[in-house]
């Protein structure tokens, strides 16, 4: 098999043993069964190699980079899990990173708590012992796993690995410097090798790694374990979503180009991402609170976006704490990002709701500043001046912001209502850029007034 863009979406559809196994005739399979010890039966329950599909087993060949990009429930967790795992307890290896988004995600999703996490799925004989403080596994031949999270790539200057499981890397913050960092440090034992694991991005990390003639790229839809899935994500989750662009990403696995007519390119965003953002003389936390019904499981999230302004005229957006939940649970977690970053105000539209979202907050906490804004000329109109911005080199991320930038990337204009974290953010950067108190942010580097071109109405 060769590395490169090598795709192994044949092989998913192939079956299990264990499936195969099932096929057999009750007479043939009771006879295995009962051919088996106490231990051998043991060892088949643990056995990978025939719970397994195909593409769920680690392709042969030289490579650097397995690269599992699958859609949800196709597995990928179990299957790097199990890989870490088969990789410790063959002695050739003891030196792991198991890197995710966040140090909650490594330690819940990876380690712990997760249904397909190692410490859930390791056989009693060979079950690390979990240290959280020290963020270390350990096996009992002495190999040993440090979690990491794609928060913090400067955890990863310095120690060195043989084995690598990175969990959605297509959602770390500071995906390219951690993969970097890891890189660098991936250098111990006959074959070191990395296990990414993701839903696919068209970030700029995955789309290296698929370019790179050292990653072989496993590639699954979510109805190559369809058998397994339960029968409410089936209903809510599969059927909702087939047939949209964003099923195609998250069922399919396929890495979506830009969205012909989108306000936003994620070039454009890449182009101007940094690490950091200088002093900021504004912060604006902008609102924008989902109206289905927050106690359904489908539910849309409330917007929150927090974004700054530096003397330059430049903005930083600096966190998404957009999340799921009823008006106590949004209104508390603007109010959290509004002292954690020492924002000079909240900003939502009268419009939709701002009367009621400003309500909310102040029941919350009445020392918190608000401020209402009007749009009275649609939502191209006010979202086009802010994609404008970062055209002109106005607008910087710091860090990635995936499920944000998704949102920016796919959304067209004439598809009708526009995402909860693309209209927060629009209110921020209006508030800071355009109808804000004068001053820095309203002018470009030509001196010209921003605020009377791109004026929202009102």
Known sequence: MEAGRNTLSGREAEESLAARFIKLSLEERLAYLGSLSEADAETLIYDWAFWARPAQLPPPGDWFCWLIMAGRGFGKTRTGAEWVIARMKSGRFGHAALIGETAADVRDVMIEAGESSILKISPPWFMPVYEPSKRRLTWPNGAIAI???GEDPDQLRGPQHDTAWTDEPAKWKYAD????????GLRLGPQPQACATTTPRPTKLIRDLVQDPQTVVTSGSTYD????????????????????????????????????GALWKRSMIDALRVRSAPSLIRVVVGVDPAVSDSTAEDADEAGILIVGLA????AYVLEDKSLQGGPLEWASAAIAGYWEHQADRIAAEVNNGGEMVILTIKSVDQNVATKKLWASRGKYTRAEPIAAFYEQGFVHHVGAFAELEDELCNWVPTSGKSPNRLDALVWALTELMVEGDGGFGAYSSAGESRGSIYRLGG
């Open 147 to 149: 979690a990491y999270s």
């Open 225 to 260: 374990n369809y058998a397994n899935l339960s029968p409410n994500f089936i209903q809510r989750v599969v059927k909702r979503y087939e047939g949209t662009r964003l099923g195609l990403q998250e069922l399919h696995a396929k890495l979506l180009t830009d969205v012909p």
């Open 311 to 314: 003397e330059n005229g430049h």
């Open 177 to 184: 410097e951690t993969w970097s960092n890891m890189e660098f």
